[in-house]
């Protein structure tokens, strides 16, 4: 009857270490599994109760959205592509919104994000989408 209780610390720990949801609806099923132990049900009961403890953790985590990962736009997010934010020159843009600008070391196309102002000049890089530079203009502060 205790060792269920002892695999619940074992899984506190691990949970501890690894820092999932998963060990820890599997601690809380271990410790009704001791719980079931004590007032003398089954072995079968008691695992039982692991399974359907564990089980019913699981399903109001996923309803509650607690497992559901943030979802990360790597082409606008600046701690995932260092290029967004930096500054590219525009000589001029052609009549389907794009240019070819030098950034890198290398010719790169850039297009305008839709609704920006079509003007020459300093453009800050919003999105990379594939080897394009999707760009608006930049607003410089004085």
């Not at 099923?29 to 008691?46: D, E, I, K, P």
């Not at 089980?55 to 959205?65: A, H, I, P």
């Not at 934010?85 to 839709?114: F, H, I, M, P």
């Amino acid at each position: 009857m205790w060792f269920w209780f002892g695999f619940a610390v074992l899984a506190l720990i691990g949970e501890a270490v690894t820092g999932t949801f998963y060990l820890l609806l599997f601690a809380l099923g271990l410790a009704a599994g001791g719980v079931a132990a004590l007032l003398q049900f089954s072995l079968s009961g008691q695992i039982v109760a692991v399974a359907l403890v564990a089980f019913v953790g699981l399903m109001v985590l996923r309803k509650t959205g607690v497992l559901k990962k943030a979802e990360v736009n790597a082409a606008r997010n600046r701690d995932v592509n260092l290029d967004i934010g930096q500054l590219v020159e525009v000589e001029s843009w052609s009549d389907d919104d794009t240019a070819q600008v030098w950034y890198r070391g290398a010719n790169w196309q850039a297009r305008l994000l839709k609704g920006a102002a079509k003007q020459a000049g300093s453009q800050r890089i919003i999105e990379i989408q594939g080897s394009t530079l999707m760009v608006e203009p930049s607003i410089r502060k004085q």
